[in-house]
Nanobody
Framework: QVQLVESGGGSVQAGGSLRLSCVAS?????MGWFRQAPGKVREGVAT???????NVADSVKGRFTISKDNAKPTLYLQMNSLKPEDTATYYC??????????????????RGQGTQVTVSL
């Protein structure tokens, strides 16, 4: 398993932007983000494969962008036009050669400690 450390969370007003970063200790074919709000189930947000192809949840499509820098290696989540319903703890996740879909993001082999994102009106 790789070690993952997230950063970049915080508090922002609706319509604002944040960029989350996740530094990995090694390479993983599939990396992604999922989130969990209090009292709610984990929700996959976005994934990116080793070939660079991405999947993004419908709830954030057009607002969130996942990307990675293989040289570092670091995973990013650019979040624009944030809404109060985006408030959650965001987790970075990484896995091997299994399914790499938005749905599978919460179940990947490794995950970080999470970073809080709070969006207010």
């Amino acid at each position: 398993q790789v070690q993952l450390v997230e950063s970049g969370g915080g508090s922002v007003q609706a319509g604002g932007s944040l960029r989350l970063s996740c530094v990995a200790s090694g390479y993983s074919y599939c990396m992604g983000w999922f989130r969990q709000a209090p009292g709610k189930v984990r929700e996959g947000v976005a994934t990116i494969k080793g070939d660079g192809s991405t999947n993004v949840a419908d709830s954030v499509k057009g607002r969130f962008t996942i990307s990675k820098d293989n040289a570092k290696p670091t995973l990013y989540l650019q979040m624009n036009s944030l809404k109060p319903e985006d408030t959650a703890t965001y987790y970075c996740a990484a896995g091997g050669w299994g399914p790499c879909t938005v749905t599978s993001a919460p179940f990947l082999n490794s995950r970080g400690q999470g970073t809080q994102v709070t969006v207010s009106l």
